[in-house]
């Protein structure tokens, strides 16, 4: 078979197959440091949407509840079964007397009390967002729905939009791991690493979570990767600015959980507005 090759995209094109006249695309024009800032606004907009909807806040809470769920149940399992679990890893102390044998497996259950505890702040986060994958694109959708509806929207067949996604996701992570690899590796070289490194890894990592963020509402129009990238392409500020903010948010620890349903809200919000279709509620 031969390789399908992606054709450059042209914006207006885009625009015009989806029904969208892009000479009312909305953006500012305050030029670009006033564009980043309103994209910066896009996600306040979209925590605002979040927060002021109850049903959107039930949505945004279930993953989490899902995974404290089977986190609590696998830590309970631990403690049940610590002792054995001390006893499997200190074979050694099979012999000693037993003063010295509990001391140690006493130890060693803490230690794997803690092991399991750390693992398990280090997983929840990722877990939490793979479970909620669902529960957000249904934000996404109840945001648009709230802004007028989907505008060009088309029927995609579940597993065929779940292997596009898939597909597309780990396109985006292979260049992150091209450009994120050399980044890291400036990150040594002195002041450079520690002013402007952080600095452009921001903006890289941004970008990346822009175009991840807005894939839901690109699919429901039957767009995918090259599509969206050509379109954010066109207000680059604007999507710096949205995709920024929500890195910084990612930064804070459990921030990823707490801010992704909002981040979702206001990354519909981008999407419409790279579209050139009405973010304004009513």
């Known amino acids: 078979m031969t390789p399908a090759i992606h054709q450059p995209v042209d914006v207006a094109e885009v625009a015009t197959l989806s029904g969208v006249d892009v000479t009312n695309i909305a953006?500012?024009?305050?030029?670009?440091?006033?564009?980043?800032?309103?994209?910066?606004?896009?996600?306040?907009?979209?925590i605002g949407l979040y927060v002021r909807s109850p049903g959107l806040m039930l949505l945004g809470v279930v993953p989490a509840l899902i995974s404290g769920a089977l986190f609590v149940t696998a830590f309970a399992t631990l403690v049940y079964f610590v002792d054995d679990l001390a006893a499997l890893v200190t074979p050694f102390a099979d012999d000693w007397s037993a003063t010295w044998r509990s001391l140690?497996?006493?130890?060693?259950?803490?230690?794997?009390?803690?092991?399991?505890?750390?693992?398990?702040?280090?997983?929840?986060t990722a877990v939490t967002l793979i479970i909620g994958d669902p529960f957000y694109e249904k934000i996404s959708e109840r945001v648009e729905d709230r802004l007028g509806g989907t505008p060009g929207a088309v029927e995609v067949p579940f597993w065929a939009s779940l292997r596009r996604s898939l597909v597309d996701s780990l396109r985006l992570?292979?260049?992150?791991?091209?450009?994120?690899?050399?980044?890291?590796?400036?990150g040594f070289i002195p002041v450079v690493g520690q002013t402007v490194v952080p600095v452009i890894g921001a903006?890289?990592?941004?970008?990346?979570?822009?175009?991840?963020?807005?894939?839901?509402?690109?699919?429901?129009?039957?767009?995918?990767?090259?599509?969206?990238?050509?379109?954010?392409?066109?207000?680059?500020?604007?999507?710096?600015g949205f995709g920024v903010a929500v890195f910084v948010c990612f930064l804070i620890p459990l921030g990823?959980?707490?801010?992704m349903p909002a981040a979702v809200a206001g990354a519909t919000l981008l999407a419409r507005r790279s579209l050139g279709q009405s973010i304004e509620e009513g």
Do not use: H, Q
């Open 27 to 46: 953006r500012p024009v305050t030029g670009a440091v006033g564009r980043f800032l309103s994209g910066v606004g896009l996600l306040l907009r979209g």
């Open 104 to 124: 140690v497996r006493v130890v060693a259950g803490l230690a794997l009390l803690g092991l399991g505890g750390l693992l398990g702040v280090l997983t929840f």
């Open 256 to 259: 990823a959980v707490l801010v």
């Open 173 to 186: 992570v292979a260049v992150s791991v091209l450009i994120g690899v050399p980044l890291f590796a400036a």
């Open 203 to 240: 903006a890289v990592g941004g970008w990346f979570l822009a175009l991840e963020l807005v894939g839901a509402p690109f699919y429901r129009r039957g767009m995918g990767l090259p599509e969206r990238r050509s379109l954010l392409r066109a207000d680059r500020p604007t999507a710096l």
